[in-house]
């Protein structure tokens, strides 16, 4: 396990969000415009067996349920062929398990995605903003004050900064990087 944390991305703040199309644990195909109905989503990357990924799914599902109009979407952009516990099968066992509960775990098989969006660790978040029907990034952090996968988190950092985009209040937080096991890149 190698623990990083995220980069500030070329990504900034305001930017269109880069577009995708990516295959769900339901096995539907799942573009970024399907989510349109949201005024924001929250797009992170993550996978099935970094322990600072598995300590993030309950605040995530909690994050689910709580807005009807934030949309949270969960990315394994993980080589599986490497690290097979990060496989679309093992995905949907952990959807159907109730173990993750977000409106949709999508799997990143080229790993475009990711390197689009400039992801480094699991999970590294992205809340994008629904700007009459364009997605742009709002704000790209951690999710709580918790940085190792043994610590309870005091502050719920991520759902504060979403609260505030939902108020339609401006999002000047400074960049916090998530934590997380690196991404594993395919070595072709």
Same mark, same amino acid.
């Given at each position: ?22 295959? =769900? &644990? ?5 573009? *970024?415009? #399907?989510?349109?109905?949201?005024? /924001?989503?929250?797009?992170?990357? !993550? +996978? ?49 398990? =109730? &173990? ?5 775990? *999508?799997? #990143?098989?080229?790993?475009?995605? /990711?390197?689009?969006?400039?992801? !480094? +660790? ?67």
């Amino acid at each position: 396990m190698v623990a990083l944390e995220s980069d500030e991305t070329a990504l900034g703040r305001g930017d269109v969000a880069p577009e995708f199309e990516l295959q =769900g &644990t339901d096995g539907e195909t799942y573009a *970024l415009a #399907d989510f349109a109905d949201h005024e /924001a989503v929250l797009l992170v990357f !993550t +996978c099935n067996h970094c322990p600072y990924a598995e300590a993030k799914f309950d605040e995530l599902n909690r994050l689910a349920a709580e807005y009807d109009e934030l949309a949270v979407v969960g990315v394994n952009p993980n080589d599986a062929e490497q690290y097979p516990e990060d496989s679309l099968q093992r995905m949907g066992e952990l959807v159907a398990d =109730g &173990t993750i509960q977000y409106d949709a775990y *999508l799997r #990143d098989e080229s790993q475009a995605v /990711a390197a689009a969006y400039g992801a !480094t +660790c699991t999970p590294d978040p992205f809340l994008l903003d629904n700007r009459d029907g364009e997605f742009r990034l709002a704000y790209h952090g951690r999710l709580d004050d918790a940085t190792n996968p043994d610590e309870e988190p005091t502050e719920r950092e991520m759902k504060a900064i979403v609260d505030r985009l939902l108020a339609g209040k401006e999002i000047d937080d400074e960049f916090k990087p998530s934590r997380g096991c690196s991404i594993k890149w395919r070595d072709d």
